[in-house]
């Protein structure tokens, strides 16, 4: 799938405003997954939040396209984090916008194109997609300080592997030391059709310097070419969780005992096939991309909720958009599901205080969804 600038951003923000296919199968891996548990619906406390200065962010003259903004939460406060022209990074409150961070990032970011970055608390990490470096700074009184910096070239160019960059989740890598977490593809075509390895993710331990593959890929991505294959993932502690845009499996695997768990999510699959001739027809595509389930974010909150948001299959075009929350603790008992019942930017889910936000597709309203206590 061919990515131009800012397609994660608004590309998906225009199709979720129908393939009349064959249902791709639902017995993805099921010989290892286990069939999750539903113990409880409506579990979450949620509060709207109505801020018309997101889209203008959005509009910024200053913002430039190369690199993708990202939300995040900082010090307790929802932030929308850019790079501008100048190439400096600017982070502002979206509900505040007088409050505003910004860091000279020029010196780094020269002549750099294809970067991806994560914002966790007091530390900002980079990725050089095309040179295939991994870059840490840690935060300092709004100047920022490189404290560590790794290469792969070497270890992914050797084995035709290259760093995948989900379009349709705001989830890009995770980082809790010393493991660095990073989606990767194959141009390897025998192996799968979507650019897919036997794996999905390769873990870098910044301390021994070595590279490991985990998590397997859904069965079918082995033998069908599937349109969006984002694989997002989550960290809690040693432990990752994994999701794919087009299957039914979600999974963990702890870093350090090496256990990889799977589940099937519990409910109708209706994945469907994309017909590969049709690749360069944008109005398929935008039908397609519009009516398809799925799987379009994964995050964790901080009372160690795994949380699944999933687009549901429309019969037609001009049906709204409805999605689906999914939640499992972390041994992937999934406590509940419920329904989002406003519109949802995906690029625009994150981690917010003691749950998570989503701002709608208007860009004008974020919600703030907490667990229920039991």
């Keep these: 799938m061919k990515i131009n600038k800012f397609h994660s951003l608004f ?45 203008n962010l959005f509009l910024s003259p200053d913002i430039t396209t190369d690199i993708e903004p990202q939300f995040t939460e900082i010090s307790g406060k929802p932030f929308f984090c850019y790079f501008t022209k100048k190439l400096e990074l600017k982070c502002k409150n979206i509900l505040d916008t007088l409050e505003v961070f910004t860091f ?13 970055f994560l914002f966790q608390k007091d530390t900002l990490h980079f990725i050089d997609m095309s040179s295939l470096e991994y870059h840490q700074f840690k935060v300092e009184n709004n100047s920022l300080k490189n404290i560590s910096t790794h290469n792969f070239t070497s270890d992914l160019e050797k084995n035709n592997f290259f760093i995948f960059r989900n ?33 999905a993710f390769l873990s870098y331990n910044l301390l021994s310097k070595k590279i490991e593959k985990i998590i397997k890929i859904p069965c079918v991505y082995k033998n069908n070419f599937l349109y969006t294959t984002d694989k997002m993932l989550v960290q809690l502690n040693n432990v ?70 999933k687009h549901s299959f429309k019969k037609r075009f001009s049906d709204t958009s409805g999605f689906q929350i999914f939640c499992y603790d972390k041994k992937l008992n999934q406590t509940f599901q419920d329904t989002i019942r406003h519109s949802v930017f995906t690029y625009g889910v994150f981690p917010y205080k003691a749950g998570f936000a989503i701002v709608d597709a208007g860009l004008k309203n974020f919600y703030f969804y907490e667990a229920k206590s039991e």
């Design 167 to 199: 379009t349709l989740s705001s989830s890009k890598f995770t980082f809790s030391y010393p493991f660095l977490i990073i989606p990767y593809g194959t141009t390897n075509l025998k192996i799968s059709p979507s650019y897919m390895d036997s794996t």
């Design 11 to 55: 590309f998906y923000l225009l199709i979720f405003s129908c393939k009349e296919g064959k249902n791709l199968s639902c017995d993805i891996g099921k010989e290892n997954a286990q069939i999750a548990t539903i113990n409880t619906q409506n579990g979450f406390n949620v509060s709207k939040f109505h801020c018309p200065s997101i889209i």
């Design 240 to 309: 990752i969780y994994t999701a794919f845009s087009e299957s039914d499996i979600i999974s963990s695997f702890d870093l350090v005992k090496k256990n990889e768990q799977s589940v099937l999510i519990s409910h109708k699959c209706n994945f469907q096939t994309f017909n590969l001739k049709k690749e360069q027809d944008l109005a398929y595509v935008r039908k397609f991309t519009n009516t398809n389930e799925l799987n379009t974010n994964l995050l964790v909150d901080k009372k160690e909720n795994i949380i699944l948001l």
């Design 104 to 116: 000279n990032t020029s010196s780094f970011l020269k002549n750099r194109k294809r970067i991806i």
